[in-house]
């Protein structure tokens, strides 16, 4: 999250893909006999990563309440 603060802080913005490319998230394909192109695995690392932001920001929310899953 510091990296998208500092982008934000500079007037820039992160994508979802650029940011699993700095943390070092990677998707792995479920079917390996059809090659996925550029376009489609940056939409399918772009929800991953939204998916785990939200997990997160859940999990930290949960801790602040004092919520424990």
């Keep these: ?5 500092r982008a934000e802080a500079n007037g820039e ?3 979802n ?13 479920r079917n390996t006999e ?11 690392v772009s929800v991953a990563v939204s ?3 939200k997990v997160a920001v859940d999990a930290i929310s ?3 309440k004092g919520v424990f899953l």
């Design 51 to 53: 998916r785990k932001k």
């Design 13 to 15: 913005k992160v994508n």
């Design 17 to 29: 893909y650029a940011l699993a490319k700095q943390v070092g998230i990677e998707v792995e394909q």
């Design 1 to 5: 999250m510091r990296t998208k603060r």
């Design 62 to 64: 949960n801790v602040v």
């Design 34 to 44: 059809e090659e996925w192109d550029i376009a489609y695995k940056r939409r399918v």
